[in-house]
């Protein structure tokens, strides 16, 4: 069962993209073999306050449940924040959304780890998302930045229970932070190969024979990338590790009980 | 079978030709030790999904004794000698680019002609010289006498300088264009960098310039754009550095409802338009693969 862990309703600030709707979501995970996907609420990650955006994210999603499972944003240094994280809990996220470099936070903010630390005790997951789009066709306006592997780090050793998923990431970062980890911080971490490198360089067969293939999970980045794209790179492994097993979206939720 | 992978329906694998309009390969001077592992995987990726030719360039040392986008005339020969060994090592699979560096006339015509010799079918321009550039005038003119596609190095929507190339848009190969209307021009990478929905307008006039879709850009709206701005009869399919985002596009492009000749057209028909007559005799003959790409059941 593949769950794709980096999806998203609603529209794009800076270009237009087709149909980000959960219906059209529905029909294209249905074609690429995928059972459901944890959601997000794009146009949230560029607002200042995510509530209004969180209850219209759920709204959309109940008549899609369980296929389509809400991952709200939680803002930690917004008021109330805690209440808004329970309530994501009880709405039945599996996870929730953090952008901090939208939010001005950097690498060691402590609102950040309070957060990861604060969703660890409710065992939920907190996807943390690298880039959106590629660096080179970014709007003049689009200026926050790639999320740093220091920050994935800081986040990895804030505690115990602490569950990441890091989407976007390329070889370099993956490496960068899980050599900068413990054994036991390393397990924190899972990663999507949505930005990774396939053939001929084969950054993905890389990763999966050095650091496991066990720490990647699977995620397309719909409605901003093809979502053929996942998929495409497993076909093209090198026959040692092309049968390599991902963690799956309930090895997630498992590990964050 | 493995866990936690999706079964979906594969519907780009198909028995038709495929040419890959741009691809790089590597050799001993490029400053790398894996090089003879990238280029197997290269091929490797290929045979998995069902290419029949790789049209490729080796730009000179990748750096290693001049800059990529800037090779020496000795780097550019040594990077087409390397290229040439491919073309005599893989005749079934590879097929070449002259790379050459506009900013020396006569090493860039020579380049040409002996390549040329040696079984070159197109011409490769990095970011040397803008494209709009009178230094080209002569590249572009010599390449519309062999009949040779030029392949130009692209940024999507160029804003500003970026460092180690001297970068070229949509708009500034369209001028190169216009002054050559015998040549066909591929411009580089729509997907590999920089706002792809600004080059798709500013090369819609110019109708010796075909796109390819090639570079690790897959946005979502990209294809359909390009389908809908120029056509399918301007749009070559390509990898460059990333065949997984190649495939990923294949795929796509199976699913957005074009037809077989349509899909054809990009997959291999409109490179063998493009480049010399007989280029591609497995294709030209109507050649099919022995065996489509078997979708993994994954």
Redesign the interface.
């Given at each position: 069962?593949?769950i794709d862990v980096a999806a998203y309703i609603g529209p794009y600030p800076f270009?237009?993209?087709?149909h980000p709707e959960p219906e059209a979501l529905r029909r294209v995970l249905a074609?690429?073999?995928?059972e459901g996907a944890w959601v997000g609420h794009l146009p949230s990650a560029f607002h200042r306050d995510p509530g209004p955006g969180n209850a219209e994210l759920i709204a959309a999603l109940a008549p899609h449940a369980p296929a389509l499972r809400p991952v709200p944003v939680i803002r930690p240094d917004w008021p109330q924040w805690t209440r808004a994280l329970r309530a994501a809990r009880d709405a039945g996220a599996p996870a929730i959304r953090a952008y901090p470099t939208h939010w001005g936070m950097g690498p060691h903010d402590r609102a950040m780890q309070e957060l990861v630390l604060a969703a660890g005790e409710l065992g939920m997951a907190v996807v943390l998302t690298v880039r959106f789009?590629?660096l080179?066709?970014r709007h003049?306006l689009d200026v926050a930045g790639d999320l740093s592997a220091a920050a994935v780090r800081a986040l990895a050793r804030a505690g115990t229970r602490v569950r990441l998923v890091v989407t976007g990431a390329g070889r370099e970062m993956i490496e960068e932070v899980h050599w900068g980890l413990t054994d036991d911080e390393r397990a924190r971490v899972y990663w999507d190969f949505a930005w990774v490198?396939?053939?001929?360089?084969?950054h993905?067969a890389k990763l999966f024979r050095s650091i496991g293939a066990q720490r990647f999970?699977?995620g397309t980045h719909?409605?901003?990338?093809?979502t053929?794209?996942p998929?495409?790179?497993?076909?093209?492994l090198?026959d040692d590790v092309?049968?390599?097993?991902?963690?799956?979206a309930s090895?997630i939720c498992e590990a964050a009980r | 079978m493995s866990a936690s992978r999706p079964h979906a329906d594969q519907r780009s694998e198909s028995p038709e030709p495929l040419i890959d309009s741009h691809a790089h390969f590597y050799h001993a001077g490029a400053g790398r030790a894996d090089w003879r592992e990238v280029n197997a995987a290269r091929f490797r990726a290929g045979e998995r999904m069902g290419i029949t030719y790789h049209v490729a360039s080796v730009l000179g040392s990748y750096g290693f004794a001049s800059p990529t986008y800037f090779p020496s005339p000795a780097d550019v020969t040594l990077g087409n000698d390397a290229m040439l060994a491919i073309l005599a090592a893989e005749p079934e699979r590879a097929r070449m680019y002259v790379v050459v560096n506009p900013n020396d006339t006569e090493h860039a015509l020579a380049e040409i002609q002996r390549c040329v010799q040696g079984g070159a079918i197109g011409v490769k321009l990095l970011a040397s010289r803008r494209a709009d550039d009178p230094l080209l005038d002569p590249i572009a003119e010599r390449a519309g006498e062999h009949g040779l596609p030029v392949l130009h190095h692209i940024w999507q929507h160029r804003r500003r300088e970026w460092p180690s190339q001297e970068i070229s848009d949509g708009a500034d190969l369209a001028r190169l264009a216009r002054r050559h209307p015998r040549t066909s021009f591929i411009l580089a990478h729509l997907g590999g960098g920089g706002d792809w929905a600004h080059t798709l307008p500013a090369v819609a006039d110019v109708p010796n310039v075909y796109p390819d879709l090639s570079g690790s850009g897959v946005d979502r709206g990209m294809l359909d754009l390009a389908l809908a701005g120029l056509g399918p009869a301007r749009l070559l399919w390509g990898c460059d550095l990333t065949m997984e985002t190649g495939l990923a596009k294949l795929r796509a492009l199976a699913v957005l409802g074009l037809s077989a000749d349509d899909l054809a057209a990009i997959r291999w028909r409109n490179a063998v338009r493009l480049f010399p007559a007989g280029s591609f005799p497995r294709c030209e003959a109507g050649c099919r693969r022995a065996q489509p790409p078997a979708a993994s059941g994954r």
């Open positions: 069962m593949t270009r237009h993209v087709p074609r690429e073999g995928l789009e590629d080179r066709q003049s490198w396939g053939p001929p360089e084969d993905l999970v699977y719909w409605p901003l990338r093809l053929q794209n998929r495409a790179n497993l076909d093209l090198p092309r049968d390599a097993r991902l963690a799956s090895d | -």
